[in-house]
């Protein structure tokens, strides 16, 4: 559909289509290739960075086992080179990670094998380890939490007494002005490290249509089309709490989504005609409410006000979304710090039938009392038994009744975590009944890993660049030209309460079948937003999710050291939590099973709650 630059009077004719390729670094290249050939598209990006990729992958680069770029993004440009050209489609994404250059460099590579005239360029200045190294070795303390100090503990700190030896990346979150420097200047494909994930989509819109850095309505308006679109399947029915209702065959191979973004930055989600897929109103709200830090959504070139946004269904697979406000962004962007956090194992054992918990007991007592015995005990930073599962009553075959032991641990020395798996080996004769297990135990081998500390970092530090290739032309980003202070962040209860009683009589069901909900990771921190699908049942909704009502549905899951905030979206009836502090520092280091969170929308909604009858 692209031309090389937009059409004249584009941004009066038509919306930009901007697809997604890709929402994590193991989507497969051929869904860049269907959105080039079925997507009628402008624009093609993709996200391929999770908060863990470029860390680990630093590592393995400093080692040469990894070429610091995604291979997925390579084999997307790989599969879709020729189409692209032809169609003259343009392409940001963000799968140049580490080594943006060299990703950069191999595309350029193959479009003069295939003698394609394109225009190739990366964006850098989003690695800042040295500039972190630097300041902190200075004794500059700048390293304010992401989150203030809502939930900061000493484990999360503890890098800083030794940071040359401990930090392994720290990259910022850069904006689209890179990008929407390289699209004025002709660039076909854009090769990004570490960008917001939306900002592909920001940096895609401005160009289209020639917005100024101050057209902050439109440009939040971009950053909300950009979230809802980078998680891949999630804005077409993957990962969506109300997929039961379709049937599987609907579900099978999904495409990936597109958003059409008018002049006035509002927004619809869609998806390939020809593709597979569910792009509803509930589908696009899920996501929405994924991963966000409340009613504030934040990016480098723009704060995007969502308190009052609306969702609606416009025809079949297509959502409109709309009543997004923007202001100035922060002086602030966001910086993920990883460093080494020392060593960690975890062993897994079943037991089947009665007395489950008991058995359960009986092996926590044994290696807890032996590791006191020896002296080691507190050498542990996380030692947890996680009991995963109940049996089935009166069950009808043998893995019904079977449930599993997983003994979880941490410590700054490896040679601790051989104390443990010596003390169970200890045991192993003497276990409860009918204990057995995998005979694959590589989980139970003592591994480094890497733990995260989100940071704040002010945009002046950062030099963002587009750099043209073959010719090394590059152009500075800049730096926004307005910044709006960080607010705190809005925090309440129901406003003007009304007593549920009011609602009548009630019956006993799971949360669940009244509401959907999503949830998500924001470091160490779980975000949920819960929401209803018919207006009439918003009143209730609101009033019953208190902050405290939460804590009860969380039931032994909670501690006390949490805190919790929450917000409402009264348009699309959603009542929207941040937990702080259940990932401990992460989901690389997280002690959590679901270390990313997403199973949690799924166990509130699994609650058995009082619902009022006449939703029911």
Request: glycine share 8%; aromatic share 8%.
């Amino acid at each position: 559909m692209s031309s090389q630059n937009p059409p004249d009077g584009g941004n009066l004719k038509r919306a930009v289509r901007i697809a997604n390729c890709s929402g994590a670094n193991c989507d497969p290249g051929i869904h860049m290739l269907n959105q080039a050939c079925y997507g009628d598209v402008d624009v093609i990006t993709g996200d391929y960075l999770a908060e863990m990729n470029l860390a680990q992958n630093a590592e393995a680069m400093r080692g040469g086992s990894h070429p610091g770029y995604e291979p997925t993004a390579l084999e997307g440009l790989t599969l879709s080179l020729d189409v692209i050209y032809e169609k003259r489609i343009k392409v940001i994404i963000n799968g140049g990670a580490l080594n943006p250059r060299a990703l950069a460099e191999r595309t350029l590579q193959m479009a003069t094998e295939r003698k394609l005239e394109l225009k190739i360029c990366y964006v850098s200045g989003d690695d800042l380890i040295d500039t972190v190294l630097e300041q902190l070795s200075s004794g500059n303390g700048f390293l304010n939490p992401l989150d203030g100090e809502t939930y900061v503990s000493q484990q999360h700190t503890r890098f800083l007494e030794n940071p040359q030896k401990a930090i392994v990346s720290a990259h910022a979150y850069l904006g689209a002005r890179a990008i929407r420097k390289g699209l004025e200047e002709g660039a076909d494909i854009i090769i990004c490290g570490r960008v917001s994930d939306a900002s592909p989509v920001i940096g895609a819109a401005q160009w289209w249509y020639g917005w100024p850095d101050t057209a902050y309505d439109e440009l939040a308006g971009a950053l909300v089309a950009g979230h809802l679109i980078e998680c891949s399947t999630y804005s077409t029915g993957a990962n969506f709490a109300g997929f039961d209702k379709y049937p599987i065959e609907d579900l099978l191979d999904l495409g990936l989504p597109i958003a059409e973004i008018d002049a006035r930055g509002h927004c619809i989600v869609t998806k390939a005609a020809t593709l597979p897929g569910i792009v509803t109103r509930d589908v696009i709200i899920c996501q929405l409410l994924y991963e966000l830090q409340g009613n504030i959504y934040l990016n480098s070139d723009v704060k995007a006000d969502i308190s009052n946004i609306s969702v609606e269904q416009e025809s079949e697979n297509r959502v409109s979304i709309t009543g997004v406000k923007g202001y100035p962004p922060p002086p602030t962007t966001k910086l993920a710090i990883y460093y080494r956090g020392g060593f960690q194992c975890e062993w897994k054992m079943n037991a089947t039938g009665s007395a489950t918990e008991r058995k359960y007991q009986l092996q926590e007592a044994q290696v807890r009392t032996k590791l006191k015995q020896l002296g080691v005990s507190e050498d542990f930073e996380t030692l947890e038994f996680q009991r995963c599962g109940i049996p089935e009553p009166d069950p009808q075959t043998q893995l019904a009744s079977t449930t599993y032991l997983r003994i979880f641990a941490q410590a700054k020395e490896q040679a601790t975590l051989g104390q443990l798996i010596k003390v169970i080996t200890y045991f192993f004769m003497q276990h409860y009944s009918g204990m057995h297990l995998s005979l694959d135990i590589r989980t139970a081998r003592p591994i480094p890993y890497l733990a995260y500390y989100p940071a704040l970092v002010s945009q002046s530090m950062i030099s963002e660049r587009v750099t043209f290739l073959p010719s090394s032309l590059t152009i500075a980003a800049g730096h926004p030209p307005i910044y709006a202070p960080l607010l705190p962040r809005e925090d309440y209860d129901p406003r003007e309460p009304s007593s549920l009683s009011s609602f009548g009589s009630t019956r006993a069901v799971p949360l669940g079948d009244v509401a959907l909900a999503r949830s998500g990771d924001k470091g160490a921190n779980i975000n949920i937003g819960i929401f209803v699908r018919h207006a009439s049942e918003w009143p209730w909704l609101r009033i019953f999710l208190t902050k405290d009502r939460l804590k009860w549905l969380m039931a032994e899951d909670w501690r006390d050291e949490y805190v919790i905030e929450r917000v409402e979206f009264e348009k699309i009836w959603a009542v929207h939590f941040v937990i702080y502090g259940p990932l401990g520092r992460g989901v690389s280091s997280s002690a959590r099973l679901d270390s990313l969170g997403k199973g949690f929308a799924d166990f509130i909604r699994a609650r058995v709650v009082d619902v009022p009858e006449q939703f029911l």
